[in-house]
Every structure is written in structure tokens, then in C-alpha cells.
């Protein structure tokens, strides 16, 4: 019996020391949209290398995973309105009436394991976070705090509920980050992931919605909280809120996340406008606009920057062509990609901003609102009408591996674990590997 049980143990944690690391958020492990480890398959569809499919209530939300544990969030009404996942915004409106859920699904068969019904606190469906140990939904009105097997831990109102807000929440070590911009009265706030209590709030007066999930920056020894509002990208220590720098440069509209390699980061900002009048504050530096060709203060620009740590230094690289309008740029293997409607992929050297090769058609003419995803050296592209093509990521000229059809819409961003993609449908959730 002893040793059946001590058999039993290894072959379950070689099994999931396969995994490797988990999903833990919006766009993965430090919401980088890429995994170090996962292997997920190249071809797949409703009759190849699917592993299980479950019926789900139509959402935007990625799959969040830890261990055996799926989390989503959901409306729990019959009629619901879907509007566009624009980067981080994972954003649906549903009938008030019969509000949002927070569901649990088994990782190995799709089985749902519970589900938490929060009536009217919201009628949007952001990306849960886990740690591992808790799972945390963000509704605009209300953070919620569950222990894996769906125990209520704590809950933290928002003052002045929006029931559209819909940036994804993030961890920082032990501290759980909301982003709450909305017309009046916009903050961004640290939570303790234990208590729910408030550790620091940022107010944000000037700024108004926004879309964007907030992102963690490492670079050096130095860490930054980088959020991306209306007209501005801001940086804050995210030990104690305190600003540390403001881009006066973006646009009217935060809708896309960011991404970042060792030493820059990028951010993709669209629709002309008019940004902030002036400069920060005196303590605040502001980086220099005047770097970038074409493009005056306090004008907001269409563009994808690359933007050194430091906040006053210039602008590393800057393009104003070939921009995605809804989803997020993938930093991947010293590359930049970026896929806009109509399916074609531009893909950047990130040190430098030179294209590799721009505009390529990929076979797929739509739109894309879920934002690229990559492993085990291939780029994964999903399109609203629902193709996933999958690309070489280091080939120097576009090559595709396989266009996989899935004949349902894809609004939100798949999620990459162990061997496994799951995709998110308006209907299904699927989970696809290699063969068994």
C-alpha cells in the first residue's frame, strides 16, 4: 500500500513538473504573454489534438491557471452584448439583471468545479489573477478574494462603483494591483493579496477610461508599475505608489497592454488626440517628445515606442506604420510582433525597431482582438472569425507552421501550459495538445 502511494506521488509530480509554469494571469506569467516552458501543439481543431471542450457563457476573460485549477470570469445571463476585447480590456456587457460569475474548471477534463455567482457588481469579465493559493477577480464595483476550492476570503468595494471597468488586476509580490480609470475620479491601488487591505492608492483625477491592464516592469535591479491611461503612460513605484514618471504621448484611448524586454518598453498607443496641456509636475520627469520625429508636445500620436527605463531618457525607437488597433505587441525571442486587422503580421528587431518583415499577409484577412501568444519558438495568431495561425517566431521571412480552424469567434487571448493552448470561444472553452 506504501509503495502504491509513494508510486502514486512521483508519477504525479513528474507529471506536473512537465507543466512547468503556470498562467497565472492576463497574457501569462508577468503578463509577458509568452512561457519559458510550455510545448503547446502546432496543428489542432474540433477533430484533431483536442484534448476536451467544455460549454462556457460567452466572455472575453483568459484562462487563468495554476496547478489543476482553471479560472474564468463570466456573465451569467442567457443574452449578452460582446463587444471587442481590446488589449487588456476584456470587456463584455451583459444583462445587469443576472450579472457576472467567477468559475473553476478542472485542468484535465474541463469539469467545472464551482462557480460563484456576484449577482449585479458588475457587467465586465476581466482576467482573474492566482498566486497559487488564491485566485482574485476585479469587477469594477468589487475585488473578490477566493481560496482555490471557491471559499470566500475577503471582499474589498470599490467607492463610487464602474461597472465597466475592466482592466485585468495583477500581483506584485504580496500585493494585488487594480486599475480603476473611469470619467471622474480615476485611481490605481494596492491591496493586500491576504486581507484585502488598501496599502496605498494613487489617484488619478486627470485621466479618464481607459482599458489597459497595468504592467510590471523589471529591468536591472529596478522595478516600475507602468500603467497606461487617457493621453498618458504613467510610472509608479509599486511599493508605495509614489510617481516616478508621466509619457504625455499616448492617446485619448488606453486599450492596449505593454510589453517589455531587459532594458525597454513597449508601448503601442492609437487614435490622434490632443494629450495633456504642458508638462508634469516640476518633481515628475517627463520624457522627451522632442526625440521623436514629427510628433510635438502636447500632441498625442498613433505609434509604437520603445521607451528606455529612467523616464527621461528619449525614446529608443518609434513607428507609426503598420499598427493593430485592439490587440497588444508580443516581445518574444529579441523580436517584436504585432498583428493588425486584415491579418498581417509585422514583426520588429526590438533592439533596434527595424523590420524583419512588415505587413505580411498570413492567409487569415480579419480582425484580431485577442493579442498574440507565443512558446516553445512559435508566435500563435487568433483571429475574431476564429483561425489560429501558427508562425515560425525566428524565421527571417513570414513562415507558417499551421492554420488551425476552429469556425467559432476568438475575442480573448489564449492561454499557453504544459503541452496544452486553451482557447477561449463564445461558446466553448477548449483545451488542445499534442496526441496522447
Avoid at 1 to 9: C, D, E, K, N, W
Avoid at 18 to 28: H, I, K, L, S, V
Avoid at 310 to 335: D, E, F, H
Amino acid at each position: 500500500m506504501r509503495l502504491h502511494l509513494l508510486l502514486s506521488v512521483a508519477i504525479s509530480l513528474g507529471v506536473f513538473s512537465a507543466r512547468g509554469e503556470d498562467w497565472p494571469q492576463f497574457r501569462g506569467p508577468g503578463g509577458r504573454g509568452f512561457s519559458e516552458t510550455a510545448t503547446p501543439p502546432i496543428g489542432f481543431g474540433p477533430s484533431s489534438n483536442l484534448f476536451w471542450k467544455v460549454a462556457i457563457p460567452g466572455g472575453v476573460s483568459s484562462p487563468a491557471v495554476t496547478g489543476e485549477r482553471i479560472f474564468l470570469t463570466a456573465p451569467t445571463a442567457n443574452k449578452i452584448d460582446t463587444l471587442p476585447q481590446i488589449g487588456g480590456l476584456d470587456f463584455l456587457t451583459a444583462d445587469t439583471e443576472k450579472g457576472i460569475e467567477t468559475l473553476a474548471l478542472n485542468r484535465e477534463d474541463g469539469r467545472i468545479l464551482w462557480k460563484r455567482n456576484l449577482g449585479r457588481e458588475g457587467t465586465t469579465t476581466p482576467t482573474p489573477v492566482t498566486d497559487g493559493i488564491s485566485v482574485y477577480v476585479y469587477f469594477g464595483s468589487i475585488v473578490i478574494a477566493y481560496d482555490l476550492d471557491g471559499q470566500e476570503l475577503w471582499r474589498h468595494p470599490i467607492d463610487k462603483p464602474d461597472s465597466s471597468a475592466s482592466s485585468s488586476p495583477i500581483l506584485i509580490d504580496d500585493k494585488l494591483i487594480i486599475v480603476c480609470d473611469r470619467e471622474t475620479d480615476s485611481f490605481v491601488e494596492a491591496l493586500d493579496k491576504k486581507t484585502g487591505r488598501s496599502l496605498w492608492r494613487a489617484d488619478r483625477p486627470q485621466f479618464r477610461r481607459a482599458r489597459a491592464t497595468p504592467f510590471h516592469w523589471k529591468h536591472g535591479q529596478e522595478e516600475e508599475l507602468i500603467v497606461s491611461g487617457s493621453f498618458a503612460l504613467t510610472s509608479y513605484d509599486p511599493n508605495t505608489g509614489e510617481q516616478k514618471w508621466r509619457f504625455p504621448g499616448a492617446a485619448r484611448w488606453a486599450m492596449s497592454s505593454l510589453a517589455a524586454s531587459e532594458n525597454l518598453l513597449f508601448a503601442l498607443t492609437m487614435k490622434d488626440g490632443v494629450g495633456e496641456e504642458g508638462t508634469s509636475a516640476t518633481d515628475i520627469p517627463v520624457l522627451d517628445l522632442t526625440q521623436l520625429s514629427g510628433i510635438e508636445r502636447p500632441k498625442a500620436a498613433s505609434a509604437l515606442r520603445a521607451i528606455r527605463p529612467g523616464g527621461c531618457t528619449v525614446i529608443a525607437w518609434n513607428s507609426v506604420r503598420s499598427l493593430p488597433y485592439g490587440n497588444s505587441p508580443l516581445y518574444y525571442k529579441g523580436r517584436l510582433f504585432t498583428v493588425k486587422s486584415g491579418g498581417f503580421v509585422t514583426v520588429y528587431d526590438a533592439k533596434t525597431g527595424e523590420p524583419i518583415y512588415q505587413d505580411e499577409r498570413i492567409n487569415a484577412p480579419d480582425d484580431y482582438w485577442s493579442s498574440p501568444v507565443a512558446a516553445a519558438g512559435r508566435v500563435y495568431f487568433a483571429s475574431q472569425k476564429g483561425i489560429v495561425t501558427v508562425m515560425d517566431a525566428t524565421a527571417k521571412t513570414p513562415t507558417i507552421l499551421a492554420q488551425n480552424k476552429l469556425d467559432e469567434q476568438i475575442l480573448a487571448t489564449p492561454s499557453l501550459i504544459g503541452q496544452t493552448i486553451l482557447i477561449r470561444t463564445a461558446k466553448n472553452l477548449y483545451s488542445f495538445g499534442a496526441s496522447k
